[in-house]
């Protein structure tokens, strides 16, 4: 005579849970990347050593030897250096750096793909010359592949703490 075997689990199951479940838990992970993003490395795009790594265009006058070269005292590096005090990328006045600080994520989960989107109300990074090669929105949205290990650890560790506050019982009978 063969009984019975209940087996109780708790906890979110993947095949037992279901996709709203699911699909919560990885918008709720990727408006935690964002604001992760936002806090750590947001603000290493206003670095000259972040313009290097993120492999912005140089400006112009940027490869020239200050003061040395011919023509660098009408550049916009120098005239920046001169105005503003400074060389900081996507930064002029000051305003860009300041105002990137506002910030909401947006994020999205469905079957086939997630994402998330941090919004920043940064109107002057879209600015751009018609004649000119720089996209400072574009520079902006850049991520090392450094930071992309980084993100994806935080993402996996995220996931898995949302994860495990997923309330579900399954009993199965065999």
């Given at each position: 005579m063969m009984g019975q075997i209940t087996i109780r689990a708790q906890g979110f199951m993947p095949g037992f849970g279901t996709q709203r479940h699911l699909n919560?838990?990885?918008?709720?992970?990727?408006?935690?990347?964002?604001?992760f993003w936002h806090r750590m490395f947001r603000p290493k795009h206003f670095t000259e050593a972040g313009a290097r790594e993120y492999g912005y265009i140089a400006r112009k006058g940027e490869r020239m030897v200050q003061s040395r070269a011919k023509?660098?005292?009408?550049?916009y590096v120098a005239r920046k250096k001169r105005e503003k005090g400074h060389n900081l990328p996507?930064?002029?006045?000051?305003?860009?750096?300041?105002?990137?600080r506002q910030h909401r994520e947006k994020a999205a989960a469905t079957r086939k793909r997630s994402y998330v989107k941090v919004i920043m109300p940064v109107r002057g990074l879209n600015r751009k010359h018609p004649k000119s090669q720089i996209n400072m929105?574009?520079?902006?949205?850049r991520i090392s592949p450094a930071e992309?290990?980084?993100?994806?650890?935080?993402?996996?560790d995220a996931l898995l703490r949302r994860l495990d506050t997923v309330q579900s019982t399954v009993t199965i009978v065999i």
């Amino acid at each position: 005579m063969m009984g019975q075997i209940t087996i109780r689990a708790q906890g979110f199951m993947p095949g037992f849970g279901t996709q709203r479940h699911l699909n919560s838990a990885v918008r709720s992970t990727w408006e935690h990347v964002g604001r992760f993003w936002h806090r750590m490395f947001r603000p290493k795009h206003f670095t000259e050593a972040g313009a290097r790594e993120y492999g912005y265009i140089a400006r112009k006058g940027e490869r020239m030897v200050q003061s040395r070269a011919k023509g660098w005292a009408g550049t916009y590096v120098a005239r920046k250096k001169r105005e503003k005090g400074h060389n900081l990328p996507l930064v002029w006045s000051g305003d860009t750096r300041e105002l990137s600080r506002q910030h909401r994520e947006k994020a999205a989960a469905t079957r086939k793909r997630s994402y998330v989107k941090v919004i920043m109300p940064v109107r002057g990074l879209n600015r751009k010359h018609p004649k000119s090669q720089i996209n400072m929105a574009e520079e902006m949205r850049r991520i090392s592949p450094a930071e992309d290990a980084v993100l994806t650890r935080e993402h996996e560790d995220a996931l898995l703490r949302r994860l495990d506050t997923v309330q579900s019982t399954v009993t199965i009978v065999i």
